[in-house]
């Protein structure tokens, strides 16, 4: 009979869990997911220095021609680490900023006077 006992155990705890529940709903403080994770940012990159097309540029180029001279090539992966960003970062960055992530690397020719908004990925 221990899988009886095993169910009684998982039905006790599902209704502490919904009574809990049900208690910080009546107080205003529901359990709620975070509603931060797992949504899309509309307000651009959370790098402040990446927030402007200007500061972007400016803090992905440098890194770029540096790991250019020393390695001969240019790849994410070393300018991401080289940065202490994670690839995917920069990815999403460059989405915003309505870079196409193969056709528009490396960013040799990005031009930080450029007039450029975000969010038009």
């Known amino acids: ?3 009886d006992r095993l169910v009684r155990a998982a039905v006790a705890r599902a209704l502490r869990d919904a ?3 049900l208690e910080l709903e009546r ?3 529901a359990l709620r997911p975070s509603s931060r994770r797992n949504t899309p940012s509309h307000q651009g990159p959370e790098t402040p220095r990446w927030q402007t097309w200007r500061g972007f540029v400016l803090d992905v180029k440098p890194i770029a ?11 994410k992966t070393d300018v991401c680490t080289r ?3 994670l690839q ?9 900023y309505g870079l196409d992530l193969r056709a528009d690397w490396p960013p040799f020719g990005w ?8 969010g038009v990925g």
């Open 1 to 3: 009979m221990p899988a």
């Open 65 to 75: 021609e540096q790991v250019e001279r020393d390695t001969g090539k240019c790849r």
């Open 83 to 85: 940065g202490g960003w």
């Open 111 to 118: 031009d930080p006077d450029e007039a450029r908004a975000g």
């Open 19 to 21: 009574a809990r529940q």
């Open 27 to 29: 107080d205003g403080q």
């Open 88 to 96: 995917k970062t920069l990815n999403r960055a460059m989405h915003w």
